[in-house]
């Protein structure tokens, strides 16, 4: 059982690039999670969503835009990289049963975005 | 939206010390998990604590709800346990909010 699967691990971007951070569960679980973790910080929520076809703004989504098509897939996609998204990428999942608050997360390994 | 502090933020405790981490939230939660992220970056899941204790093997954790904190003990360190531990709250709605983590060393 694999839980939350993150691709690529690390990558390095030009300012300006753009690429999609894939994020894939096999728990069937419904709300999926995008933060970021910059040094020694915590973690900032960027994006979420609760099922297929819905997602919904954290506290940090300027620069980002995802996609729910399916209940495994979460891409998050960057459209102008820029260095201020320097950071660490996870991905996580959690069943969300009824209001969904009452579940612990699952985390993916994170994915180490450079831009220079 | 809720505020999550956790304390101290630095912690160095010599190989075989206990201590204590303690996570304060400012609104009653549903969800309060402890997370332990390795010197690799990866994020385990150590405690789901919305109330109550629980132990698992040298650590455990107490959430007072109605007093809104958690603590997390450690004991008989060992430096495998070094890292960052982060506490996370919910407080019904799709959103969990991290605290900024407390950073523990402990030397051999």
């Known amino acids: 059982n694999a839980g939350v699967t993150q691709t690529p691990k690390f990558r390095i971007l030009k300012i300006g690039q753009s690429m999609t951070l894939q994020c894939t569960q096999d728990m069937n679980h419904n709300y999926m999670y995008w933060y970021r973790q910059d040094p020694g910080m915590g973690l900032k929520l960027i994006y979420y969503?609760?099922?297929?076809?819905?997602?919904d703004k954290g506290e940090v989504p300027n620069g980002y835009n995802v996609s729910r098509s399916t209940t495994e897939d979460f891409p998050l996609r960057l459209e102008l990289a820029a260095p201020s998204q320097t950071s660490v990428y996870f991905c996580?999942?959690?069943?969300?049963?009824?209001?969904?608050?009452?579940?612990?997360?699952?985390f993916g390994d994170g994915t180490r975005l450079s831009i220079l | 939206g809720i505020q999550v502090e956790q304390s101290p933020p630095d912690l160095i405790l010599q190989e075989g010390a206990n201590s204590t981490l303690r996570c304060n939230f400012s609104d009653s939660v549903n969800n309060l998990q402890w997370f332990h992220q390795n010197p690799w970056g990866q994020l385990i899941n150590l405690f789901y604590i919305p109330s109550g204790t629980k132990q698992n093997g040298r650590l455990s954790a107490t959430t007072v709800a109605t007093e809104r904190y958690s603590l997390l003990y450690i004991s008989s360190s060992q430096t495998t346990d070094s890292g960052v531990y982060f506490c996370a709250a919910n407080t019904g709605g799709f959103k969990t909010i991290f605290g900024a983590g407390t950073r523990l060393f402990v030397k051999a």
């Open positions: 969503s609760v099922g297929a076809g819905i997602t």
């Open positions: 996580a999942s959690r069943p969300g049963q009824g209001i969904g608050s009452n579940q612990p997360q699952h």
